[in-house]
């Protein structure tokens, strides 16, 4: 009887989320590009926003593996990337039962260096919206070695053929739907204000 009221609990928030569901914007970028540094200083004049770093959800061994230039496979990814989706799901939830009229955006820090686990996200939320923070290869890279403590090291140095194709996952996949481009080059004040308004623009009314 508790299991089927839990239900029904759950399935009466899900409508009434349905109809008002909080507006998501993706930050993404290659890795070292300073998504959390741009995302952390809006989220810092947004109280009405909440802010997901997807890289809470990596687990311990995928951070080992990343340490050890070891990149996981793309099973490995898509079951991340699912297991992301469910954690800002239930985030969400929690959010709006807990304050329904407070949170008017979500903002989403992640690198989705793969076009699978890009897929995998635009599948559960079809209406987030994409904002790429372009930073170069070789400016993202310098920006990785100046930083400690950091799981992601980058791709390790090879020289054998044989490991072109495992290579290529490190890299960061182009980009083949539409979205909102911030300029890498551009300083940390002039980004934020940028993405400051992109989030007023899509803030929930009501």
Same mark, same amino acid.
């Given at each position: 009887?508790?299991?089927?009221? #839990?239900? +029904?609990?759950?399935? @009466?928030? &899900?409508?009434?989320?349905?109809? !008002?569901q909080?507006?998501?914007i993706?930050?993404?970028a290659?890795?070292?590009?300073?998504?959390?540094?741009?995302?952390?200083?809006?989220?810092?004049?947004?109280?009405?926003?909440?802010?997901?770093?997807?890289d809470?959800?990596?687990?311990?061994?995928?951070?080992?593996?990343?340490?050890k230039g070891?990149?996981?496979?793309?099973?490995?990814?898509?079951?991340?990337?699912e297991?992301?989706c469910?954690y800002?799901?239930? #985030?969400? +939830?929690?959010?709006? @039962?807990? &304050?329904?009229n407070?949170?008017? !955006?979500?903002?989403?820090s992640?690198?989705?260096?793969?076009?699978?686990l890009?897929?995998?996200?635009?599948?559960?939320?079809?209406?987030?919206?994409?904002?790429l923070?372009d930073?170069t290869?070789?400016i993202?890279?310098?920006?990785?070695?100046?930083r400690n403590?950091?799981?992601y090291?980058?791709a390790?140095?090879?020289?054998?053929?044989?490991?072109?194709?495992?290579?290529?996952?490190?890299?960061?996949?182009?980009?083949?739907?539409e979205?909102i481009?911030?300029?890498?080059?551009d300083s940390?004040? !002039?980004?934020?204000?940028?993405?400051?308004?992109?989030?007023?623009?899509?803030?929930?009314?009501?």
């Open positions: 009887m508790i299991f089927l009221l #839990l239900i +029904l609990a759950f399935a @009466i928030f &899900n409508q009434v989320l349905g109809s !008002s909080i507006p998501i993706c930050l993404f290659r890795p070292g590009a300073g998504k959390t540094t741009t995302a952390n200083k809006v989220l810092n004049e947004l109280s009405d926003c909440i802010g997901v770093d997807l809470i959800c990596i687990s311990a061994e995928l951070r080992e593996n990343f340490e070891v990149y996981p496979s793309s099973v490995q990814r898509v079951k991340f990337m297991s992301a469910d800002l799901e239930s #985030l969400l +939830l929690v959010k709006q @039962i807990e &304050n329904p407070r949170y008017k !955006s979500c903002l989403v992640f690198s989705f260096v793969n076009d699978d890009r897929k995998v996200f635009r599948n559960r939320f079809p209406s987030a919206k994409w904002v923070l930073t290869k070789e993202a890279a310098s920006r990785i070695e100046k403590g950091h799981f090291k980058g390790p140095v090879v020289e054998s053929d044989s490991v072109e194709n495992k290579q290529s996952e490190w890299e960061f996949a182009p980009i083949d739907f979205h481009k911030l300029d890498g080059r940390l004040e !002039s980004n934020s204000a940028k993405l400051f308004e992109i989030l007023k623009s899509v803030t929930k009314v009501g």
